[in-house]
T-cell receptor, first 110, second 115 residues
Framework: AQSVTQPDIHITVSEGASLELRCNYSYGATPYLFWYVQSPGQGLQLLLKYFSGDTLVQGIKGFEAEFKRSQSSFNLRKPSVHWSDAAEYFCAEGSYIPTFGRGTSLIVHP | DAGVIQSPRHEVTEMGQEVTLRCKPISGHDYLFWYRQTMMRGLELLIYFNNNVPIDDSGMPEDRFSAKMPNASFSTLKIQPSEPRDSAVYFC?????????????FGQGTRLTVV
């Protein structure tokens, strides 16, 4: 069965600094991968998705993610973090039904 | 489309009472999912439906939980009797399903507190 691992429970960055959130998946075939963001008191919103093709995908709010098959990873990046990016971030694999990681809480310091 | 709509947004109930959570998926979506989110266990899939038929309910914690989808535009998750450990945020999500259409669209959730 597929699984998704987000190794970092919390990540703290300063506003303006770059960000990378890690995600590793376990799936034999080509995975369908997603990153979602959850603001406090809200549902999950899709940031970006990867199905095939270019391994670097662009999403909303200035986020991007890179699919690396050799490392079974799909890390989320942003070059300059804004205070409004503070939220919970979920990586998911969805070739069949969505399976979510435990999430990474992003804290942004001014 | 207004997106996935859940009601109520908040529910506070006493232990032993019946609780019913409601969900209206996005029109045209064939898959509907119920998730539970807690600090301890993260986001857990409870059950999902395809074309109104329950496909996998292995995530339902126990017999006190039941879910129905009487038609394509409505689903309920019922807890009877409720217990304090059921306190969580319950999310409904829907997707088109099929190849490259597995992106899940989430409702805003129902925050359930059982006292």
């Amino acid at each position: 069965a597929q699984s998704v691992t987000q190794p970092d429970i919390h990540i703290t960055v300063s506003e303006g600094a770059s960000l990378e959130l890690r995600c590793n998946y376990s799936y034999g075939a080509t995975p369908y991968l997603f990153w979602y963001v959850q603001s406090p008191g809200q549902g999950l919103q899709l940031l970006l998705k990867y199905f095939s093709g270019d391994t670097l995908v662009q999403g909303i709010k200035g986020f991007e993610a890179e699919f690396k098959r050799s490392q079974s990873s799909f890390n989320l990046r942003k070059p300059s973090v804004h205070w409004s990016d503070a939220a919970e971030y979920f990586c998911a694999e969805g070739s069949y039904i969505p399976t979510f990681g435990r999430g990474t809480s992003l804290i942004v310091h001014p | 489309d207004a997106g996935v709509i859940q009601s109520p947004r908040h529910e506070v109930t006493e232990m032993g009472q019946e609780v019913t959570l409601r969900c209206k998926p996005i029109s045209g979506h064939d898959y509907l999912f119920w998730y539970r989110q807690t600090m301890m266990r993260g986001l857990e899939l409870l059950i999902y439906f395809n074309n109104n038929v329950p496909i996998d309910d292995s995530g339902m914690p126990e017999d006190r939980f039941s879910a129905k989808m009487p038609n394509a535009s409505f689903s309920t998750l019922k807890i009877q009797p409720s217990e304090p450990r059921d306190s969580a945020v319950y999310f409904c999500a829907s997707s088109l399903g099929g190849l490259k259409n597995t992106e899940a669209f989430f409702g805003q959730g129902t925050r359930l507190t059982v006292v």
